[in-house]
């Protein structure tokens, strides 16, 4: 049995939860509900500032981000410098992972931003990782193209 001092203890721990969690539930069962969304949330917002710390460490390092829809991907790639052909690299990969294009924002003058909705072909179960790691690929294959081309040329 639980006394009335366990729960008065219990009570009071899950007020303070609600508080810090800002939840408005009022039962034990949403506040700890409301709770796990909060830690959720916290963890993606650790993530990226994980990735942001990474990028500022080496800021040329193109950064490639997949997040999950409910059919596709939402697909941001940034680069500090453009490279010729770095488009059709990431098109090119869209396509060899059977991603259509649902729509999309590009820009090429000086840096390189992508941003795509990609949805799955009928048949397809990508995972995000799997697309991420195709884009950065890509992305690594052209600039070192890129890279060789251009001392080419200057001999």
Avoid: W
């Amino acid at each position: 049995m639980v006394s009335r001092e366990q729960r008065a203890a219990l009570h009071e721990k899950l007020h303070l939860l609600r508080s810090v969690t800002h939840s408005r539930a009022l039962n034990k069962k949403s506040i700890i509900a409301d709770a796990s969304k909060y830690i959720e949330g916290l963890k993606q917002k650790v993530e990226l500032l994980n990735r942001e710390i990474a990028y500022a460490r080496n800021p040329l390092t193109p950064r490639v981000t997949v997040d999950t829809l409910e059919k596709g991907f939402l697909i941001k790639v940034f680069s500090p410098k453009s490279f010729p052909g770095l488009l059709v690299s990431v098109l090119e990969v869209f396509e060899e992972l059977g991603l259509n294009v649902l729509e999309a924002s590009v820009s090429c003058t000086e840096t390189f931003r992508l941003e795509a909705v990609g949805e799955e072909g009928v048949m397809e179960t990508l995972d995000a990782e799997v697309v991420k790691q195709a884009i950065k690929e890509a992305i690594k294959d052209n600039t070192e193209n890129s890279s060789e081309t251009s001392e080419q040329e200057e001999v």
